[in-house]
């Protein structure tokens, strides 16, 4: 990456997107940005983290971010790919991953998604025993390169976000291993099958903090090394550590690190590092989130009880989680003249609202930024994941476009389109 600090490289960008019409008040109200070198730097990190590339598989959570260009690059710098429905598969496909780069995941596999996968070489984790006989029907018609692994429930706890805690006691995903019972019925599962090689855990993701993880996966290896030790040395070959390395909203920095995270694992499960198993990991958030923005322009304003309101074209429709849950997932905002270029001026705490026609349309309440007028930009930062590449279609608001953009040693932008915007004309198309 060049030389140039957080905030001044989505300065240089919001500036050039102003100068080319890629953002512009009557005809691109809102667009979204990825910064490609921030995900190539990203990408980088974790490869360094895990010291022997031959024995770890490093995939993207499709979820995160599902823009087939987003997931071309990603595949041109090394990462597989993890994905949890058709449609992903579908993306990843279409991105040029291999087969045998992807991981699929889901609690609600059909059959006709099974027997594809299975028939490609696409890697499966099976949610639940059902899943496992159903694998094993199919099986008996099918042969198959897939390596196939089964989910486990390490019921280790809840982080501070309940919703993202997938190793809660009654969570909705994998095989409860502390359920009466669960770990001899899974154990004879390994007996039986022999085409059962994987075990796969993950314990949530943002809100779950690096001890919980590392507990998780902890209880996940040493029910493979259970199943190694009753039926044979490499019964199991690999552990499938999910992702869920949490991400910080609070500032610029990237904290903690996929170094940070490998530590913490080396210290609470050091035979992940032995040798003894193959790895995979399924990070998402943590590779996109705080390479990417949302600008938008404010269209109005005004005041109610003493309070000013912006009214911008950034709301429910690419910020749902912000806004139906607020203070579980805060975006930071900055504030910028008509030109892209931040604003400066005393702090006065105002709404930031959205478009989209209900009361509840804020991206923050009483946040203290410059006053904003009519003309100006705002831009909601850490959105590169779960946020415009995931659109909430409330009002039949158009998708904004999503302009991939890296930056010179020179400040000179170069821009990529990654998704156009939705036109109007899209909305009304009849079979």
């Not at 597989?80 to 780069?101: D, K, M, Y």
């Not at 996966?217 to 690999?238: C, P, S």
């Not at 996109?288 to 009214?311: C, D, H, M, S």
Request: aromatic share 6%; glycine share 10%.
């Amino acid at each position: 990456m060049t030389g140039f600090q957080a905030a001044e490289r989505r300065e240089l960008v919001l500036r050039a997107a102003v100068r080319r019409g890629l953002l512009h008040p009557e005809d691109a109200v809102l667009a979204a940005f990825v910064d490609l070198d921030g995900v190539a730097a990203s990408v980088a990190a974790l490869h360094r983290a895990f010291p022997d590339p031959a024995a770890v598989t490093h995939t993207f959570a499709a979820k995160a971010n599902c823009l087939v260009p987003v997931l071309e690059r990603l595949r041109r710098l090394g990462m597989g790919c993890e994905v949890a429905g058709p449609g992903e598969l579908a993306q990843a496909l279409a991105a040029g991953f291999a087969p045998e780069r992807i991981v699929l995941d889901s609690p609600a596999k059909t059959r006709p998604e099974l027997r594809r996968a299975l028939e490609l070489g696409i890697a499966v984790n099976a949610d639940s025993f059902q899943e496992l006989d159903r694998i094993a029907a199919i099986l008996t018609t099918l042969r198959t390169r897939s390596r196939i692994g089964v989910r486990v429930n390490p019921q280790v706890g809840v982080g501070s976000i309940a919703a993202m805690s997938t190793a809660t006691a009654t969570a909705k995903f994998g095989i409860a291993l502390d359920d009466e019972g669960n770990a001899e019925r899974l154990l004879h599962a390994f007996r039986q099958w022999p085409w059962l090689t994987w075990v796969h855990a993950h314990v949530g993701s943002q809100g779950c903090p690096l001890e919980l993880i590392a507990e998780g996966i902890g209880k996940a290896a040493a029910f493979a090394d259970r199943v190694n030790g009753e039926l044979g040395r490499h019964r199991v070959e690999g552990l499938d550590l999910g992702g869920g390395l949490p991400v910080n909203f609070d500032d610029d920095r990237t904290s903690p690190g996929f170094d940070e995270y490998v530590a913490c694992l080396r210290a609470r499960v050091p035979a992940l590092f032995d040798g003894g198993y193959r790895l995979v990991t399924e990070f998402g958030r943590a590779l996109l989130a705080k390479n990417g923005f949302t600008a938008a322009y404010v269209e109005y304003t005004k005041t109610a009880g003493g309070r000013p309101i912006a009214i911008t074209h950034a709301g429910a429709q690419v910020a749902a989680r912000t806004v139906f849950l607020p203070d579980t997932w805060p975006l930071r905002i900055s504030a910028h003249d008509p030109t892209g270029t931040a604003r400066t001026g005393p702090p006065v705490p105002q709404d930031i609202a959205g478009p989209c026609c209900f009361a509840g349309d804020l991206i923050a309440r009483a946040r203290p930024l410059p006053l904003l007028a009519p003309g100006d930009l705002v831009a909601l930062l850490d959105t590169g994941a779960y946020f415009f590449s995931t659109p909430y279609h409330y009002n039949s608001l158009p998708e904004p476009a999503v302009h991939g953009a890296t930056v010179t040693a020179d400040g000179t932008v170069r821009f990529e389109l990654l998704r156009p915007a939705q036109r109007i004309e899209d909305l009304i198309v009849r079979p």
